[in-house]
């Protein structure tokens, strides 16, 4: 999964990024609202973090302008405690959840957490395909009952495979969504990933769909229905 925090005080940008990525997320970072208008405009996020006091841009105009050029990724505004009109103007132009400054980290993780789940249309932090399990909380994946280590490389590839059970999902698609802007991309190291990825798991759970991309597919859920088709 990968993610956008928008946030003009450096302190507050830093803590949110390192926490995110300690949390096995692909992270970018802006410190105006141009620059995060631009980013979340233009790279396929699976979710943002939208400071509403902002330079150049501010957070509320940001995200109108996204949901008006057909933008849905899940945003989390960040408010002033006391400014409820934030609140307000935030969700009426398009915010999925908000949470006051200062705040806990912990909540933001679990707020963020919310939202990937509902917006791939999961209840709980637990996905399961088959034998595997995997725990978006705690970051850690379990196979047949057993612990299994995995880079976060591996793990990141394996959650967004699991938070889309049932999807093709292209190589493509795998790139955008893995990596950070900065990160040194090459479609070539997702075969690579899977690769080392079904090695460590030790069950045949990610399919190759030749031409377009894997596929996990929950054996519990709609057995035998045909795969939905690649987005
Ligand atoms: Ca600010």
Not at 186 to 209: A, C, H, P, Y
Request: aromatic share 6%; charged share 30%.
């Amino acid at each position: 999964m990968r993610l956008l925090v928008v946030e003009d005080d450096k302190d507050i940008n830093r803590q949110l990024v390192t926490a995110l990525e300690h949390a096995g997320y692909a992270v970018d970072k802006a410190f105006d609202g141009e620059d995060g208008h631009f980013l979340g405009d233009t790279e396929p996020y699976d979710a943002v973090v939208l400071d509403i006091g902002l330079p150049k841009k501010d957070g509320v105009t940001v995200l109108e302008e996204w949901r008006k050029a057909g933008r849905t990724m899940p945003v989390l505004i960040l408010t002033a405690r006391d400014r409820w009109s934030d609140k307000v103007q935030g969700f009426d132009a398009g915010a999925d959840d908000y949470v006051a400054k200062p705040f806990h980290m912990e909540e933001v993780l679990a707020r963020l957490r919310a939202l990937l789940r509902r917006a791939t249309g999961h209840a709980t932090n637990e996905l399961t395909c088959g034998p595997i399990v995997l725990d978006t909380k705690a970051s850690r994946v379990v196979v047949d009952g057993n612990a299994v280590k995995l880079t976060s490389h591996e793990y990141r590839l394996l959650a967004y495979l699991m938070h889309h059970v049932g999807r093709v999902v292209s190589r493509t698609e795998l790139v955008e969504h893995l990596y950070d802007q900065d990160f040194d991309r090459d479609s070539n190291t997702i075969e690579v990933f899977v690769g080392r990825l079904r090695k460590k798991l030790g069950v045949d759970m990610i399919q190759t769909i030749r031409g377009l991309g894997y596929l996990m597919a929950d054996p519990a859920a709609d057995a035998g229905a045909a795969p939905k088709p690649a987005r």
